[in-house]
C-alpha cells in the first residue's frame, strides 16, 4: 500500500484518481525547482500529471520540460506517495498518485512553456523548507540524508 501523507480524505467526499510524476533534478548542491505562480504562488518538484495511456518517465520528460525548459537525463524513481487535495486549477478534488524520481539536468533547451511556471536553483537544504507539499519535502530530505 502506497504512503499517504498529508491531509486525511474528508468524508463523503469524491476523489478523482490522479497519477503523476515528479523529480528531483540534482546538479551539485542544488536543485532546480519550478515557481508556480498560480492559485496559490509555490515552489514545487518540476513534474505533473499522467495522462492516461501515458508511462511516467515520458509524462515526466514532458513536463520537466513544460514547466523549466530544460531536458533530464538519468531518472530512476525513489518511491512514491498518496495525497487528498482539491485542485482549484482543475476545480476537482484528487487523490494524487505522486512518483517521484531523481535525476540530472542535461541541457536547457527553452524558456518555460507553461505560463505561470519559473525555473529556480535553489541549494538542496534551503529547497527542503521551500517545498510547497510534505511529500516532496519528504523525498528530498531522505536523498539528502543518503548523500
Not at 478523482?16 to 492559485?39: K, M, S
Not at 515526466?60 to 525513489?78: F, Q, S
Request: glycine share 10%; with cysteine; hydrophobic share 40%.
Amino acid at each position: 500500500m502506497m504512503m499517504r501523507i498529508g491531509e486525511t480524505p474528508k468524508a463523503g467526499q469524491r476523489y478523482v484518481h490522479r497519477p503523476g510524476a515528479y523529480a528531483i533534478l540534482r546538479r551539485g548542491g542544488d536543485i532546480l525547482l519550478t515557481f508556480q505562480e498560480r492559485p496559490e504562488p509555490e515552489f514545487q518538484l518540476p513534474g505533473g500529471g499522467v495522462e492516461i495511456g501515458e508511462h511516467p518517465i515520458p509524462a515526466l520528460h514532458r513536463e520537466i520540460l513544460e514547466e523549466t525548459g530544460w531536458r533530464a537525463a538519468n531518472l530512476r524513481k525513489l518511491g512514491a506517495f498518496r495525497r487528498f487535495t482539491f485542485m482549484p486549477e482543475y476545480d476537482l478534488w484528487a487523490e494524487k498518485l505522486c512518483s517521484v524520481y531523481v535525476g540530472t539536468p542535461v541541457l536547457k533547451l527553452s524558456e518555460p512553456i507553461e505560463k505561470g511556471h519559473h525555473p529556480v536553483w535553489m541549494p538542496m537544504n534551503e529547497a527542503v523548507d521551500a517545498l510547497g507539499n510534505d511529500g516532496d519535502r519528504m523525498f528530498l530530505s531522505s536523498l539528502i540524508e543518503q548523500l
